[in-house]
C-alpha cells in the first residue's frame, strides 16, 4: 500500500490549493487538490510533509496540524494510506513556476466550487469546520466514488458500566446519539480497546495465550496435544489447547506472552518446557469475538523433544479448570478433525483449536 501525506496550507480564511494541468498522464489532471506526495523509504510523514510542501510551494513549514488519515481503496490503481494536515506557519515566498500545475490561494467558500475529487468534499468540510482525529475510508471505482465511510469518535464520557465483576465487566457504548452498543471485557474501562488510540492499539498485550503443543518423542511421528476442558458456556468438553491469561508480573519480563506460555503448560499439563524445546509466536494477538468482546489471545507454538512419553497430569491447574482429558492426534488425525469440523465425540471446537490444527497439518509448525 502507498503512504503519502496531503497538506493544507492555511491563510486569512483560506487554502493554498493545486491545480493539477502539467503533468502527462496525472490521475489528479484537471482537479484542484492539497499538496503533498509520496513518502520515500525511511521518510517520517512529518518529514514527507516538510519536504513535499517546501518542494511544491517553495514554502518552509514552521506550524502545522496532524488532522487524521484517509483510506483510499481505488480499483484498478494500487491503494493508497494519506497523511491529511493543515499547516498555519510557514516562511519564505510561493514559488510561481510548480512543476505539478497552478497554485492559488483559495477561500474557503469558493472550494466546494472548484472541480474536485468526490471524496475530498467529506474530508475538507471536516477539515474547515476543525474536527481532529478524521479517519475516513473511500472507495473509488475508476474515478468514481463509490462510498465513503467515516470512522465514529468514541469518547470516555460516551461509555456507560453496566457490570464489574472481577473477570468479566459490561460497557455500554454511544458511538452515536440515541444508539447504544454493548460489549464484554476483562478490561477497566481506562484501559478499553475502544478508547485506543492508533499508537496504544499496536502496543498492546493479549489478555491471554493459547498454545500450539507439538510432541516429538524418539520413535515415534511428531503429534498434536489437546486437551478436553469443560467450556461453561457452551456446557460441554471441548477440544482445547492449553491457555491462560497473562498475569500482572509478566507484564514485567521481557516477553510476556512466553513466559504466560511456558507457565500454563506447566499448570494444566504438568510438562516441563525445557532448554532442548523450541518455542516461538504463530500470533501475537487475535480478537476471538470482536462483535460482541474485546476479548485478545496470542498464539504460542512450543516443540517439546522428549526420549520417552511424558505423563501428564492435571494436578497444577489452579485456576478452577475442569479438563477432562488429554489428546495426542497425528497428523492424519487431525487432518479428519479439520475436515469434520468436530471431535472424535462430535462435539464442536473453538477457533483457537482450529488455528493450532491448521498449524500442525499445514507443516507451518516445522
Not at 193 to 203: C, M, P
Not at 219 to 244: D, M, N, S, W
Not at 253 to 264: K, Q, W, Y
Amino acid at each position: 500500500m502507498i503512504e503519502s501525506t496531503l497538506c493544507y496550507v492555511e491563510q486569512d480564511g483560506k487554502y493554498l490549493m493545486l491545480y493539477r494541468n502539467k503533468k502527462k498522464q496525472d490521475p489528479n489532471a484537471g482537479k484542484w487538490i492539497g499538496v503533498g506526495g509520496k513518502l520515500e523509504p525511511g521518510e517520517t510523514p512529518e518529514q514527507c510533509l516538510v519536504r513535499e510542501v517546501r518542494e511544491e510551494t517553495g514554502l518552509e513549514l514552521t506550524e502545522f496540524t496532524y488532522r487524521g488519515k484517509i483510506l483510499f481503496w481505488l480499483d484498478p490503481w494500487e491503494d493508497e494510506i494519506t497523511y491529511l494536515y493543515t499547516a498555519t506557519g510557514f516562511r519564505g515566498e510561493l514559488t510561481e513556476n510548480c512543476a505539478e500545475g497552478e497554485l492559488r490561494w483559495v477561500s474557503f467558500e469558493e472550494i466546494p466550487s472548484l472541480p474536485l475529487w468526490e471524496g475530498d468534499k467529506c474530508f475538507l468540510k471536516d477539515l474547515m469546520e476543525g474536527k481532529n482525529d478524521i479517519e475516513l475510508e473511500l472507495t473509488y471505482h475508476g474515478d468514481k466514488l463509490a462510498s465513503a465511510v467515516s470512522k465514529p469518535k468514541l469518547t470516555k464520557e460516551n461509555i456507560t458500566e453496566l457490570v464489574d465483576r472481577k473477570f468479566l465487566k459490561t460497557f455500554d457504548l454511544s458511538y452515536f446519539p440515541g444508539r447504544h452498543y454493548f460489549m464484554s471485557t476483562r478490561r477497566d474501562k481506562e484501559d478499553l480497546v475502544a478508547l485506543k488510540d492508533e499508537k496504544a492499539f499496536r502496543a498492546m498485550q493479549p489478555d491471554a495465550v493459547g498454545c500450539v503443543v507439538i510432541l516429538k518423542c524418539k520413535g515415534k511421528e511428531p503429534r498434536l496435544l489437546l486437551l478436553r476442558e469443560l467450556r461453561f458456556p457452551t456446557g460441554q468438553f471441548l477440544l482445547g489447547v492449553p491457555a491462560g491469561l497473562l498475569d500482572p508480573e509478566d507484564l514485567e519480563e521481557e516477553n510476556p506472552v512466553f513466559r504466560t506460555a511456558i507457565r500454563e503448560l506447566s499448570e494444566e499439563t504438568g510438562l516441563t518446557f525445557e532448554e532442548t524445546d523450541e518455542i516461538k509466536l504463530v500470533n501475537p494477538f487475535l480478537f476471538s469475538s470482536p462483535g460482541i468482546s474485546d476479548e485478545s489471545n496470542a498464539m504460542v507454538q512450543m516443540t517439546l523433544y522428549r526420549d520417552e512419553e511424558p505423563t501428564m497430569t492435571m494436578a497444577g491447574n489452579v485456576g478452577g479448570e475442569c479438563v477432562g482429558s488429554f489428546c495426542l492426534f497425528t497428523r492424519k488425525e487431525a487432518e479428519e478433525l479439520l475436515r469434520t469440523g468436530v471431535d472424535q465425540l462430535g462435539i464442536y471446537y473453538s477457533v483457537y483449536t482450529w488455528i493450532a490444527l491448521m498449524t500442525f497439518v499445514s507443516g507451518f509448525w516445522s
